[in-house]
Structure formats: C-alpha cells, structure tokens
C-alpha cells in the first residue's frame, strides 16, 4: 500500500521559515516525480513546486522562486519543501502527490499558516 505522509506545518509568523516533509511508503521515491501543491481557503490546489525522478530537476511556480527549495532523500524516502521568507499568502493546505505515468498518490496535507 502507497503513503504519502506530510508533516512539518505549523503557524509561523511572516518572513520565518518551515521545512515541510513527505515521508512516503510503499514506493521509492527516486523512481517517482515528486510534487507540492497547496490549497488555501476557497481556492483551487495549486502547484508549488516538483522535482523529476530522471535528472532531479525541479520547478517552482513563479510566486515561491527564490524563497522555497524542494529536495529528496533516498535513503529516508522522503522529499522536503524548505520554505524561508513566508507570506501571509502562503497560507495554505500543503500536500505531496507522487507520480509514475498513470500511478498518481496523494498525502493527506499540512496546514501552514503565515501570520502575525
């Protein structure tokens, strides 16, 4: 059975720093693209940021370049999104989804809350 469990949200006031983590069972994740999407309060899920099995390259969408950086661990099977600078509009349900052509998994999600 496939897992993917996030961990590391949390409230934190503007400018501070989470390291969020998908700890995943069941796949490997070296073999997977991993991704982040984040969902706020009446909004559609949107992408954050991914990183590819084939030459672990990554992404970001334009408003988290340069404040967030996603890496993944092989031996702990667990992918990470460091996010530095925070926002109050990155306030948001946080999820990991691993993919492998038509194989899609999703966590749970993390709340983070950016706030004073």
């Known amino acids: 059975q496939v897992q993917l469990v996030e961990s590391g949200g949390g409230l934190v006031q503007p400018g501070g720093s989470l390291r969020l983590s998908c700890a995943v069972s069941?796949?490997?994740?070296?073999?997977?693209?991993i991704g982040w999407f984040r969902q706020a309060p009446g909004k559609e899920r949107e992408g954050v940021s991914y990183?590819?099995?084939?030459?672990?390259?990554?992404d970001y969408a334009d408003s988290v370049k340069g404040r967030f950086t996603i890496s993944r661990d092989g031996a702990r099977n667990t992918v990470y999104l460091q996010m530095n600078s925070l926002k109050p509009e990155d306030t948001a349900v946080y999820y990991c989804?691993?993919?492998?052509?038509?194989?899609?998994?999703w966590g749970q999600g993390t709340q983070v809350t950016v706030s004073s």
């Open positions: 989804n691993a993919a492998r052509g038509s194989l899609v998994y």
């Open positions: 069941g796949v490997t994740v070296d073999y997977y693209a």
């Open positions: 990183i590819a099995t084939s030459d672990s390259s990554t």
